[in-house]
């Protein structure tokens, strides 16, 4: 199981965040800031690389983003 470690800007704005937790999970994620600018570090997609990489990989595949 991978563990997501929140940024400190993340805990800064949400101090009830953990420092580590098993990730990735959907209850993890902050709905209402899908599709913003909001990225704390994440990496962001375009919708359509997002639905091809679902269509092409299972579930749980590791990516690599160079």
Do not use: Q, Y
């Amino acid at each position: 199981m991978a563990i997501w470690t929140p940024t400190a800007n993340m805990r800064k704005r949400d101090a009830k965040l953990p420092i580590r937790m098993a990730g990735p999970h959907p209850r993890h994620e902050r709905p209402s800031s899908i599709g913003k600018s909001a990225s704390s570090g994440c990496i962001r997609m375009f919708n359509e690389h997002i639905f091809e990489l679902f269509a092409e990989v299972p579930v749980g595949t590791r990516v690599v983003v160079r």
